[in-house]
T-cell receptor, first 112, second 115 residues
Framework: GDSVTQMEGPVTLSEEAFLTINCTYTATGYPSLFWYVQYPGEGLQLLLK?????DKGSNKGFEATYRKETTSFHLEKGSVQVSDSAVYFCALIGTGGFKTIFGAGTRLFVKA | GAGVSQSPSNKVTEKGKDVELRCDPI?????LYWYRQSLGQGLEFLIYFQGNSAPDKSGLPSDRFSAERTGGSVSTLTIQRTQQEDSAVYLC?????????????FGPGTRLTVT
């Protein structure tokens, strides 16, 4: 079945550091890919998405590119802030599907 | 506009009791989903509704779990004879259509604690 694998955390960075959170997936066809963020004490929010190969999703300085050849959707940000501290979930919805399959989540701590 | 709302926000219940969790989706959204977020299992899909019907109940962990949706809107997730392993945050989401291209909007969740 479809699955998502993302790097284990926690990830601890200093403010203004470069962030990469790796995400790879297994799915048939062309799934839609998502990054969700969960800030402390809050619900899940969609951060960005890409629905076809080579699409780049971007929001709030975060970017991720849908790479079909490597089945990846890595999340990047050039300069993190303390306010980016949260748990980040990579996810997919498979072709012909509707349920979201989530990765295990990666907790990010950003130090001032 | 209003987002997905869930009630109660927190529920503490004794083992063996039944509980009902409610979800109000975004108005006009035809698709509704239930997920569970727990420490050991991460985020798991439970059930999906398209309108009032549930084409996929594959994620329900046991026959103690059931869900219904009425009027194409509000949904209730019922857990009978609760067990401690049912303790988790139960999340509801809705989307305009039940298709992979449509973003799912999540509610704040109901934190269930079974003592």
């Amino acid at each position: 079945g479809d699955s998502v694998t993302q790097m284990e955390g926690p990830v601890t960075l200093s403010e203004e550091a470069f962030l990469t959170i790796n995400c790879t997936y297994t799915a048939t066809g062309y799934p839609s890919l998502f990054w969700y963020v969960q800030y402390p004490g809050e619900g899940l929010q969609l951060l960005l998405k890409a629905t076809k190969a080579d699409d780049k999703g971007s929001n709030k300085g975060f970017e991720a590119t849908y790479r079909k050849e490597t089945t990846s959707f890595h999340l990047e940000k050039g300069s993190v802030q303390v306010s980016d501290s949260a748990v980040y979930f990579c996810a997919l919805i498979g072709t012909g599907g509707f349920k979201t399959i989530f990765g295990a989540g990666t907790r990010l701590f950003v130090k001032a | 506009g209003a987002g997905v709302s869930q009630s109660p926000s927190n529920k503490v219940t004794e083992k063996g009791k039944d509980v009902e969790l409610r979800c109000d989706p975004i108005s006009g959204h035809t698709a509704l989903y239930w997920y569970r977020q727990s420490l050991g299992q991460g985020l798991e899909f439970l059930i999906y509704f398209q309108g009032n019907s549930a084409p996929d109940k594959s994620g329900l962990p046991s026959d103690r779990f059931s869900a219904e949706r009425t009027g194409g809107s509000v949904s209730t997730l019922t857990i009978q004879r609760t067990q401690q392993e049912d303790s988790a945050v139960y999340l509801c989401a809705s989307s305009l259509l039940g298709d992979r291209g449509y973003e799912q909007y999540f509610g704040p969740g109901t934190r269930l604690t079974v003592t």
